[in-house]
């Protein structure tokens, strides 16, 4: 009796999945439009231009996850690839898309999506914080403490070498 190898590959979504999907992709683009204009101050054609092009790699990244069938890589990963790819120094278009979304702040972008990340939690996941126990909150903060200051300390460095 033989096996047959079977290639893993993504679950498919229904057109009307992609559609739900897609929808609340535009009102996370107009959302961070919003936050952006809100922190900032600065509100013109140059951030919408931002945002779309923002919006087409993120599309494109989620293009490549669905037709490239391998299940243990993320989304993420796609949609960083494409990001790296399409700005990376030396690539045709690259010094126009940088400069596409140079006026995007992506931090008032970020905090109120990972606030709503955060609300996502579910029973589950709460669960199983309480079945880790103090120990694994006590590494993960310590993790998460080293982390943040490794990160400080890199950008520190990389600061002081970029200064005048």
Not at 1 to 21: D, F, N, R, V, Y
Not at 47 to 62: C, Q
């Amino acid at each position: 009796m033989s096996e047959t190898a079977q290639t893993p590959t993504k679950p498919t979504s229904t057109p009307w999945q992609q559609l739900k999907s897609d929808f609340w992709l535009s009102i996370i683009a107009v959302a961070a439009v919003a936050f952006s204009h809100v922190v900032t101050g600065f509100y013109g054609p140059g951030v919408w231009i931002g945002l779309a092009v923002v919006y087409v790699i993120v599309v494109f990244g989620y293009a490549l996850a669905r037709f490239i069938p391998i299940k243990s890589l993320p989304d993420l990963f796609w949609i960083s690839l494409v990001a790296m790819v399409v700005t990376w120094p030396g690539v045709p278009g690259s010094p126009a898309v940088r400069s596409a979304i140079d006026g995007l702040s992506f931090l008032p972008t970020i905090t109120p999506l990972m606030a709503f990340a955060a609300l996502g939690l579910g029973a589950k996941e709460v669960d199983l914080f309480k079945r880790a126990g103090v120990h694994f909150a006590i590494i993960s903060l310590l993790v998460f403490c080293g982390t943040f200051l490794g990160s400080a300390i890199i950008a520190n460095f990389v600061l002081a070498l970029m200064a005048p």
